[in-house]
């Protein structure tokens, strides 16, 4: 079975989508039409922006998922997926290809969570940093212990986790996590503490243009971030996206679900192939298990 999978923040770079823009005359249309939408020309954000352009939650956000899309859809319909999954943002992406959402509709609530989120890094300045070879459960224990917002954001494949808090907090956490034996904690260059309790207020904002917005039963099951299980009930799917913001993406969990339910092929929309990456790590811990 084939799966479909889309990346979220952190896999974009300078001049991506020119290429589907200037080659495909479809592509062409729906960058013009993102463009309408948000009312600014997000393609010469992409195209011809600068590298601290792209890493301004409210553009990043609206370009990948642009690219993750659109680079889909120029497939065409030879190939079509059993199941998808999108890390954080990319459930967007995912949700949109499986018909979930349509794209205009798509657009709109990832730039309005971008744009909640924007706000909610202001309001709580904060940030994240990624946890390499340490066991994930003794992790958030320790980052229980402290007094501090810190918390678990991704868990992203075995011996990598990404921890989301208050700057005090990540450098408590970084310190008792090497004291304990993770071999690194690295600060990550992001807007704020994605995936975590001070993503509240752009929760609640984000929740409110969901409700709002009409989704239609995927035409194959999709595996959401909060759950790490497949779901076609479009109320189910709804209330699962307003949850991601503030809950830990179990992006391990979706693979290794995905790979028992029949998984035999991954393939990434968007730009870069980091998340083909996490799921050979995640897949060879699978075979060696060889069960759920």
């Known amino acids: 079975m084939t799966a479909f999978v889309f990346p ?29 939408i948000l009312v600014f020309s997000i393609t010469d954000k992409m195209f011809f922006g600068t ?28 190939t079509v997926p059993q199941m998808v999954a999108g890390h954080s943002l990319g459930e967007f ?38 946890v390499i070879g340490f066991d994930d459960d003794k992790a958030k224990a320790i980052c229980e212990t402290i007094d501090e917002v810190v918390a678990p954001a991704n868990y992203n494949c075995p011996g990598q986790l990404a921890i989301s808090g208050t700057f005090k907090g990540l450098e408590i956490a970084g310190e008792a996590l090497k004291a304990a034996g993770a071999k690194r904690v690295l600060m990550l260059n992001v807007g704020g503490a994605f995936h975590s309790p001070l993503m509240l207020p752009a929760q609640e904002e984000l929740a409110l243009a969901i409700e709002k917005t009409d989704f239609q039963t995927p035409f194959c099951p999709v595996y959401q971030n909060y759950t790490a299980l497949p779901e076609t009930n479009p109320e189910i799917i709804k209330k699962n ?11 391990t969990k979706t693979v290794q679900n995905m790979i028992f339910d029949g998984a035999s092929c991954f393939v990434e929309f968007g730009p870069g192939e980091v998340l083909q990456g996490l799921i050979r790590k995640i897949a060879a811990e699978v075979a060696v298990r060889g069960e759920r």
């Open 93 to 130: 992406s995912a949700l949109v290809v499986a018909g979930a959402l349509s794209f205009e509709d798509g657009l709109r609530l990832v730039s309005q969570r971008a744009n909640a989120m924007q706000k909610a890094c202001v309001q709580n300045p904060s940030g994240m940093a990624v």
């Open 8 to 36: 979220g923040q952190g896999a974009q770079f300078v001049g991506m989508g020119k290429e589907l823009y200037n080659n495909y005359p479809q592509a062409k249309t729906m960058f013009e039409t993102a463009n309408d």
């Open 241 to 251: 996206l307003i949850q991601q913001l503030t809950a830990p993406v179990l992006w």
């Open 51 to 78: 590298d601290a352009d792209l890493k301004e939650t409210n553009i990043t956000q609206p370009a990948i998922f642009l690219h993750s899309v659109i680079s889909c859809k120029m497939m065409g319909e030879e």
